[in-house]
T-cell receptor, first 116, second 116 residues
């Protein structure tokens, strides 16, 4: 079963615009990770944010985490056509106070299309 | 460092057959997780191995099994294949040196299994 939902399901923008994707989840977590997937290939790890962090940056990526609302957002600034892909959030859930040992629970993903 | 490799990349099997998929993690990574990705169910966790021990298992029937070798390479096996087993099978490795979980997972390109 999916941990949460991603919003929007699809996003279409022009090159140079910013793209924001949101993720909600259901349980307490150790961390939340964002991945990118191009055309049914393997997932590329983008960024990991731990439960005690509120914001993290990596290049053109900015991730926020609000554990009180059980939500996260991924912002891609100055989008490029090469950013066209599906983006997934994945949570490492807290179980009995510990980690879920290698189990990431994924959202359904946001399909981002960046038009040149 | 070489990334996660999976073999074979594509596979076509007939209902009732069995299949074995292989995954070689990033050098030094001891945790290997397996996921199934389908259009209907999305990305779902199958199982995770660390130091040759299965630490976590998802909600899949017993036809799905796996193992890990002393060099951290992992295999998964699906017996008595069904049409619904057609999917992209992804493995991911994590550096999880202390066995505590909660690290980034790095994915391989996947094995596309088609069952006819």
């Amino acid at each position: 079963s999916q941990q949460g939902e991603e919003d929007p399901q699809a996003l279409s923008i022009q090159e140079g615009e910013n793209a924001t994707m949101n993720c909600s989840y259901k349980t307490s977590i150790n961390n939340l990770q964002w991945y990118r997937q191009n055309s049914g290939r393997g997932l590329v790890h983008l960024i990991l944010i731990r439960s005690n962090e509120r914001e993290k940056h990596s290049g053109r990526l900015r991730v926020t985490l609000d554990t009180s609302k059980k939500s996260s957002s991924l912002l891609i600034t100055a989008s490029r056509a090469a950013d066209t892909a599906s983006y997934f959030c994945a949570t490492d859930a807290l179980l009995g106070g510990g980690t879920s040992y290698g189990k990431l629970t994924f959202g359904q993903g946001t399909i981002l299309t960046v038009h040149p | 460092k070489a990334g996660v490799t999976q073999t074979p990349r594509y596979l076509i099997k007939t209902r009732g057959q069995q299949v074995t998929l292989s995954c070689s993690p990033i050098s030094g990574h001891r945790s290997v997780s397996w996921y199934q990705q389908t259009p209907g169910q999305g990305l779902q966790f199958l199982f995770e191995y660390f130091s040759e021990t299965q630490r976590n298992k998802g909600n899949f029937p017993g036809r799905f099994s796996g193992r890990q070798f002393s060099n951290s390479r992992s295999e998964m096996n699906v017996s008595t294949l069904e049409l619904g087993d057609s999917a992209l099978y992804l493995c991911a490795s994590s550096r999880d040196l202390a066995g505590a979980g909660a690290y980034e997972q790095y994915f391989g390109p996947g094995t596309r299994l088609t069952v006819t």
